[in-house]
């Protein structure tokens, strides 16, 4: 049933193409200029009045949703609050008529995000839940639901499953930007142009996994390591450092590449791997900075890159992953593959069982 990969991780990693077809199959019109999402019962009138969103959920879903509120701000222009399931639900979050809470779970039975989903509802919110499993706790109870069409996911650490929750936020931020009229067909046709060339240029970042595994199997020997990245690549470096811990052991941590001068670069010693995330065009001289900081104390440094840019970054990191060219709002469906194969492959270096880590169950079904 490993249909011959070594590993439901690894089979789960290649699947993400067939993920991104299959969730975006029959969410676009025929003509590629729009996003039907004939699921929701929430009407467009209902729709344009909500003017705060809140996201919540737990470990990897949290992090689709640190990605979901990048899409809903910059495509709607809207407020997103993002939390913590088990923070949310007991903050008394403050919820108003026209807030919005959508909930990821790739489960859908996480007790921490249906305890929050409840507490919202109890407020008096909308729930729109984003999640794997038709028929799930959270599938029943939620106001309106979007189904990721990732198929089931048998390894603990989620790959296929997160990757298919940002396809989803994809597709929800386009809709609501051309429900509002935000965004005109144009440019909605370019954005999901894009999202359709997504499972090729993963297939293409596949193709180079041997790369990557030689970086996994020299971090595998360090104790400590550092994932950084500006904006949505900030997000994406979060993922990579959970899913790394989570089936490898190996300490990390996320850091927003301008903060790490506020006391973690004192961390960073010589020969301590980074792996600096570099999608967004528009961060690029500043990560660049940051980087040469962490070169300074020592840093070994992967950079994950755009294509047509390997040639100037080579100065600036010691060795560098190139991803296809996309857009700036879409890059973490490509990014996170090789993160995802990094810790895949560091996991297997040092003899670890990749699908069923210590201490970790699939589903958290306690509080
Ligand atoms: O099923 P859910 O998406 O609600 O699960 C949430 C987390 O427990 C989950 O994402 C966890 O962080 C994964 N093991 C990450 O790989």
Known sequence: E????????LKEIHEQPKAYRDTMLG?????????????????AEQLKGIN??????????????????????????????????SEYRYRSPIITPDTLVIVVSQ?????????????????????LAITNVVGSSVAREADDVIITLAG????????????????????????WAQTVG???EAEVANVLAAMQALPEQVEKILAQSEVIKQVAESISHHSSLFFIGRGVDYAVAMEGSLKLKEISYIHSEAYAAGELKHGTLALIEEGTPVIALLTQEDLYEKMLSNIKETKARGADVLGI??????EEVAKSVDRQFAIPRTLPLLTPALSVIPLQLLS???SLALGHDVDKPRNLAKSVTVE
Do not use: W
């Open 52 to 85: 705060r969103v809140h996201i919540v959920a737990c470990g990897t879903a949290l992090h689709a949703g640190l990605v979901g509120k990048n899409v809903i701000e910059s495509l709607v222009r809207i407020p997103v609050e993002t939390d913590v399931a």
């Open 2 to 9: 490993k249909a011959g990969y070594d590993h439901f991780m």
């Open 305 to 310: 890159v755009n294509e047509g840019r390997e």
């Open 152 to 175: 089931p996911e048998i390894a603990v650490a989620s790959t296929k499953a997160y990757s298919s929750q940002l396809i989803a936020f994809f597709l929800l931020g386009l809709y």
């Open 344 to 346: 895949y492959y560091a």
């Open 182 to 184: 935000r965004k005109d």
């Open 27 to 43: 969410r676009i019109s025929e003509d590629g200029r729009s996003v039907e999402l004939p699921e929701l019962k929430m009407t």
């Open 107 to 127: 489960s859908g039975e996480t007790a921490d995000t249906l305890a929050a989903l409840r507490e919202a509802q109890r407020c008096g919110a909308r729930v």
